[in-house]
T-cell receptor, first 116, second 114 residues
Framework: SAVISQKPSRDICQRGTSLTIQCQVD?????MFWYRQQPGQSLTLIAT?????????ESGFVIDKFPISRPNLTFSTLTVSNMSPEDSSIYLC?????????????FGPGTRLTVL | GQQLNQSPQSMFIQEGEDVSMNCTSS?????WLWYKQEPGEGPVLLIA?????ELTSNGRLTAQFGITRKDSFLNISASIPSDVGIYFCAGSYISNFGNEKLTFGTGTRLTIIP
């Protein structure tokens, strides 16, 4: 399966600031996704990062708050803009590995964000 | 939207005991996936199920895809301390945009008592 890394692994930020999280994959993948995992909760899909076009956002998530870039098939960024304490979560990127012919998603290690 | 009900929410078991957890939904899913998440890590894929009724094993783990495509269970036999973590089921479905997405269950937190 693809090896996925995220930077930073964790950060503590002040409210009102923005943080950009990077996701790097060791092989080209078609589909990349960004998830949020609030403390003690399950994973919620934020958006699908599309290469060469705008990201597709899920209900409740908007581009102004979570702008996403996908410049190529191995890299994506998620920005958490104008942060508030409610944005404190783990942010995870995932990729869909179609190499085996099956739709399986693999996750990065996550970025743990604390907003003060 | 699709929702997955996962149970139990938490389990406290003795080392060596077997574990069973399940997920149910009112929606049909194409694929069921089971993940394990340890503290400070992302979820790790354990087992993927593709066909209704499919029974798949991965070492001490066994999972089945319900015949109606609306449920799945995961069993862990002879639990060991490293089985500790949160287990999530996830179902894949085709979105309105035509791509495949995952929805996650609420998780089962497994604690092993030595």
């Amino acid at each position: 399966s693809a090896v996925i890394s995220q930077k930073p692994s964790r950060d503590i930020c002040q409210r009102g600031t923005s943080l950009t999280i990077q996701c790097q994959v060791d092989s080209q993948v078609t589909m990349m996704f960004w998830y949020r995992q609030q403390p003690g909760q399950s994973l919620t899909l934020i958006a699908t990062a599309n290469q060469g076009s705008e990201a597709t956002y899920e209900s409740g998530f908007v581009i102004d708050k979570f702008p996403i870039s996908r410049p190529n098939l191995t890299f994506s960024t998620l920005t958490v803009s104008n942060m508030s304490p409610e944005d404190s979560s783990i942010y995870l990127c995932s990729v869909e590995d179609l190499a085996g012919g099956n739709n399986e998603q693999f996750f990065g290690p996550g970025t743990r964000l604390t907003v003060l | 939207g699709q929702q997955l009900n996962q149970s139990p929410q938490s389990m406290f078991i003795q080392e060596g005991e077997d574990v069973s957890m399940n997920c149910t939904s009112s929606s049909i899913f194409n694929t069921w996936l089971w993940y394990k998440q340890e503290p400070g890590e992302g979820p790790v894929l354990l087992i993927a199920l593709y066909k209704a009724g499919e029974l798949t094993s991965n070492g001490r783990l066994t999972a089945q895809f319900g015949i109606t495509r609306k449920d799945s269970f995961l069993n862990i036999s002879a639990s060991i301390p490293s089985d500790v973590g949160i287990y999530f089921c996830a179902g894949s479905y085709i979105s309105n945009f035509g791509n495949e997405k995952l929805t996650f269950g609420t998780g089962t937190r497994l604690t092993i008592i030595p």
